[in-house]
Nanobody, 127 residues
Framework: QVQLVESGGGSVQAGGSLRLSCAAS????????MGWFRQLPGTEREGVAV????????DYADSVKGRFTISRDNSKNTAFLQMNNLRPEDTATYYC????????????????????WGQGTQVTVSS
């Protein structure tokens, strides 16, 4: 089992920045890919960004490319999502997740491929 705890959410004005953190504990394993998803009530979770186990490969949703950066520090079992130039449409609950599917499948950012999830942190961007 892997436990994931997100932090860093909050309220910010459009154009502002936030940095989300995801601390992993339990049966942590550096082979896990880490991803960030977001969700509005009544909608499906959208894969925002994912990073490979070693941090070499990343993938982003088109809507956040150039504004969001995913990173990880395996020595601290922590993943991050730096969000810059935030827009009102970025408002959502953000979830951290871990994936161990083979052959890079995790980079497809499909929620069904991620076995472990955090409880979520709210991000609100006002215009």
């Amino acid at each position: 089992q892997v436990q994931l705890v997100e932090s860093g959410g909050g309220s910010v004005q459009a154009g502002g920045s936030l940095r989300l953190s995801c601390a992993a504990s339990g049966n942590t394993d550096s082979r896990f890919y880490m991803g960030w998803f977001r969700q509005l009530p009544g909608t499906e979770r959208e894969g925002v960004a994912v990073i490979s186990s070693g941090g070499v490969s990343t993938d982003y949703a088109d809507s956040v490319k150039g504004r969001f950066t995913i990173s990880r520090d395996n020595s601290k079992n922590t993943a991050f999502l730096q969000m810059n130039n935030l827009r009102p449409e970025d408002t959502a609950t953000y979830y951290c997740a871990a994936c161990s599917r083979p052959w890079g499948a995790c980079l497809n950012r499909r929620a069904a491929d991620f076995a472990y999830w955090g409880q979520g942190t709210q991000v609100t961007v006002s215009s």
